[in-house]
């Protein structure tokens, strides 16, 4: 069996995906110029997605990581969030990109937020590469959106489901038999 054996559709391709994610690029490169910009990658999903837009911002920036946990094995959020991973560096005073694969209910987004807020940054604001808007229930404000898409289980493009799927070149909708018989 293949990863694409696992794929019902692809929802966004590899060409839209990179053309989009060098929009993204250009626009973040014209609002933080002149900045003290740290790019903050939530792991693992947004690990594809912080590469290649971090390569399309041109300007002098810091690379660093959280690690969350809210989901498990499953295809939704538990709502509790746990810090698996947290930053390397202070961030007191400096202007914060956080950068997610996706948001559904938000609610791991507000908990980043509220967390991060507390440090002292200049600014947060959000990058999401997927916003799936009819899943939320915490308001969280994006500031940049790759896309939006339907309520669906997608993968790829490092988003995956139980671990597998991330390494795929697009994102794509997985198969309901996929993961019915493990939730």
Do not use: H, W
């Not at 990058?127 to 308001?139: E, M, P, S, T, V």
């Not at 994006?142 to 896309?147: K, R, T």
């Not at 493009?157 to 198969?175: C, Q, S, T």
């Amino acid at each position: 069996m293949t990863l694409a054996d696992g794929i019902d559709r692809v929802l966004i391709g590899g060409d839209s995906l990179r053309a989009r994610v060098a929009e993204l690029g250009q626009q973040i490169t014209a609002d933080y110029a002149g900045r003290d910009l740290v790019l903050v990658g939530v792991l693992k999903g947004a690990v594809m997605f912080m590469v290649d837009l971090a390569r399309e911002i041109d300007l002098p920036l810091e690379i660093d990581f959280m690690a969350t946990s809210s989901y498990g094995q499953s295809t939704e959020s538990s709502g509790v969030v746990r810090i698996l991973k947290d930053l390397d560096r202070s961030i007191g005073g400096r202007d914060i990109l956080i950068v997610e694969d996706i948001v559904d209910t938000g609610l791991t987004l507000k908990y980043l937020i509220e967390l991060l807020s507390d440090r002292g940054p200049r600014s947060i604001r959000v990058c999401a590469l997927i916003d799936k808007q009819k899943a939320r229930k915490a308001d969280v404000d994006l500031e940049y959106v790759g896309f939006r898409i339907p309520d669906e289980f997608v993968v790829g493009y490092g988003l995956d489901y139980a671990e597998i799927y991330r390494n795929l070149p697009y994102v794509g909708v997985l198969k309901p038999s996929m993961y019915e018989a493990r939730d």
